[in-house]
């Protein structure tokens, strides 16, 4: 079964309100990354967060952390028409061998 | 972006026949990625490869081999496709593995009739 599973499948907000998307995971993990993939390309990395750290930043997208509860939000703020994308959540398990495992991702639309 | 090309983009093939699709990387890393991505599956990974010649399994790997013979250059060959392997194919490199980012190739989508 998948490791990461984001919430809500689909989000769709007005331009220039944040958006807010979900990732429990099962297992413990090294890392969890946050990718996009717009309509019929290939995955983009928008950050990592290592399991000590509990928030990071980059630019408009805050991504936490809550090793606890086994989860982590990606927050993009002021979004914008260009956000329109698919958003992945993906977990290196502790005990995994170099493979990550990815969720089924949040389809976010941005209306203008 | 990084170097990284998949060949071919698209193709339709019939059942039982033997394909092989092929990623190429001019960035020199060490680990390469296999994945397949469906509606309501996510990406999935099939096999990938930790250096010349080495290779595992990933979660959906029974119908698929790979080969890596070179640093730049890994394949993957559907023996016999089935209709179930109609899906749209990522290949993905890391310098490191699963401990920093993933690059990804632009996809080939494949359809078996």
């Known amino acids: 079964s998948q490791q990461g599973e984001e919430d809500p499948q689909a989000l769709s907000i007005q331009e220039g309100e944040n958006a807010t998307m979900n990732c429990s995971y099962k297992?413990?993990?090294?890392?969890l990354q946050w990718y996009r993939q717009n309509s019929g390309r290939g995955l983009v990395h928008l950050i990592l967060?290592?399991?000590?750290?509990r928030e990071k930043h980059s630019g408009r997208l805050r991504v936490t952390l809550d090793t606890s509860k086994k989860s982590s939000s990606l927050l993009i703020t002021a979004s914008r028409a260009a956000d329109t994308a698919s958003y992945f959540c993906?977990?290196?398990?502790?005990?995994?061998?170099?493979?990550?495992?990815f969720g089924q991702g949040t389809r976010l639309t941005i209306n203008p | 972006d990084a170097g990284i090309t998949q060949s071919p983009r698209h193709k339709v093939t019939e059942t039982g026949t033997p394909v092989t699709l092929r990623c190429h990387q001019t960035?020199?890393?060490?680990?390469m990625y296999w994945y397949r991505q469906d509606p309501g599956h996510g990406l999935r990974l099939i096999h990938y490869?930790?250096?010349?010649?080495?290779?595992d399994k990933g979660e959906v790997s029974d119908g698929y081999s790979v080969s890596r013979s070179k640093t730049e250059d890994f394949l993957l060959t559907l023996e016999s496709a089935t209709s179930s392997q109609t899906s749209v194919y990522f290949c993905?490199?890391?310098?490191?593995?699963?401990?920093?980012?993933?690059?990804f190739g632009p996809g080939t989508r494949l359809t078996v009739l």
């Open positions: 967060i290592r399991s000590n750290e």
């Open positions: 297992t413990s993990i090294n890392n």
């Open positions: 993906a977990t290196d398990p502790a005990r995994g061998a170099q493979k990550l495992v």
């Open positions: 960035e020199n890393h060490r680990y």
């Open positions: 490869s930790y250096g010349v010649k080495d290779t």
């Open positions: 993905a490199i890391s310098d490191r593995g699963t401990y920093n980012e993933q690059f």
